[in-house]
């Protein structure tokens, strides 16, 4: 009886259903779909919600996985840009305080007297008012109240010239008991920090940004160039196909991080659009290698000299009735593309001709902890991305495979 439902199921279904029961694949879907989101959610679930989360302290770089600082939050002495919201939630906005891990501290009077997070514990002292506040450092003569520092202090009182030329006065128990309460906090560092004192979570998240944007694009560019001239290639034959296949065996001899650079050094420039331009142009041959081997055999089927004899065109023949029946290869080989993608811009980057400071790269961090190794707390640094990067590249080759087992049952792997 279940062979008999068996049959009844459509032939997508019946597809659908041998993906569901392939793990691996499923799994190499779910940790897809989950990186999808984490690029699409922008810095909505960062701990760092800073551009290319860089709100770090060198005095506190390369610390493992779960510490915790006490930092003093200190209002930057210039105007913060306040960009929108979607920008914001995407590209993330600049705090407007700089960060000081401390040991302790303590605040007397107008001065914060703290110790630094570092090896050598040393000792600093921080004006309170400075560091809560804006101050004019030129204001007009008749407004100066120092010549030096601009506020005047006279017992539990504090006066001040604001940047729009006002003069203000506050209480400085007020200001103790505002910055304790707004301006300490407690940070929490589950994946520790990078070379920079950065937090090492949120650089790996903003890298899921640059990997699968330079995968999609690079797939793609190679899709809209390598499916017409392999279905071209293989459906005209002869001259033409000799031509292409000349073209394809150029491309396919040198390697793809070499044309790459050779790529990036034409256009002169290393930013991230020409990433995505030069590795799609190094993948397009594998993409019509596959479409010229499936048109080649699938031309000959008796439906296609049915479609000639109705009197169709080639045109609507190669992408009406034989385009259809070779979506699972194109889909199969897309995965793998999308994988060799990742590993290329991380290599890439490893080697300083990919993806830029301070933009978040895997291949980039992997290159960061790869300089530190050796030094103290150094392994995570190179570890946290490499894992990143395998996980991911893993999971489009299993996706991949599932594709092909599902879809394609008769060429699947034989146990």
């Known amino acids: 009886m279940s062979e008999v439902k068996e049959t009844l199921k459509s032939p997508l279904r019946q597809a659908l259903d041998r993906f569901v029961a392939n793990k691996p694949a499923v799994f190499g879907l779910f940790v897809i779909i989950l990186s999808i989101l984490v690029m699409a959610s922008g810095t909505l679930f960062l701990r760092d919600k800073t551009p ?19 930092v003093l939050k200190f209002i930057k002495d210039r105007d913060i840009d306040q960009v929108g919201f979607f920008t914001k939630l995407y590209w993330g906005q600049e705090d407007n305080y700089t960060i000081v891990p401390v040991e302790e501290f303590a605040i ?19 004006t309170l008012i400075k560091a ?106 002869g001259r033409v196909d000799a031509l292409f296949m000349w073209l ?18 034409a256009l002169g420039s290393k930013e991230i659009w020409v990433i995505f331009v030069a590795v799609g142009f190094t993948m397009w041959g ?45 889909i199969v080989t897309a995965t793998a593309n999308f994988a060799s993608a990742i590993l290329i811009e991380a290599g890439l980057s490893f080697l300083g001709l990919g993806v830029q400071p ?22 995570h640094l190179i570890l946290l991305p490499s894992i990143c990067i395998w996980l991911l590249v893993l999971s489009f080759n299993l996706l991949g495979n599932g594709i092909k087992d599902a879809f394609l049952p008769s060429e699947g792997r034989k146990f």
Not at 367 to 376: D, N, Q, V, W, Y
């Open 52 to 70: 290319d989360a860089n709100n770090g302290d060198t005095r506190i770089h390369k610390k493992p996985p779960g510490y915790k600082v006490k």
């Open 358 to 379: 301070p933009t978040p790269s895997w291949g980039q961090m992997v290159h960061e902890g790869f300089k530190a190794l050796g030094s103290e707390n150094s392994l």
């Open 248 to 265: 394809m065996t150029v491309v396919w001899s040198i390697p793809s991080i070499m044309l790459v650079i050779v790529i990036s050094l």
């Open 132 to 237: 809560m506040r804006r101050i004019n450092n030129d204001p007009p003569a008749q407004l100066r109240l120092d010549s030096i520092a601009n506020f005047v202090v006279e017992g539990d009182q504090i006066t001040y010239i604001s940047p729009d030329n006002k003069v203000v006065s506050e209480s400085l128990s007020k200001l103790k008991k505002e910055f304790e309460t707004q301006l300490v906090e407690e940070r929490y560092y589950p994946l520790g920090t990078d070379a920079l004192g950065a937090d090492m979570l949120s650089r790996l998240m903003l890298g899921t940004r640059v990997s699968l944007l330079i995968g999609f694009l690079a797939v793609l560019i190679s899709m809209l160039i390598g499916v017409p001239v392999g279905a071209l290639a293989g459906y005209m034959g």
């Open 108 to 126: 007397e009077g107008n001065q914060i007297k703290f110790v630094n997070c570092d090896r050598r514990k040393s000792s600093e002292t921080a």
């Open 286 to 330: 594998d993409v019509a290698r596959v479409v010229r081997g499936q048109m080649l055999s699938i031309k000959e089927k008796l439906f296609i000299e049915a479609a000639k004899a109705f009197g169709m065109g080639n045109g609507r023949i190669i992408f009406k009735h034989v385009m259809p029946n070779i979506t699972a290869p194109i």
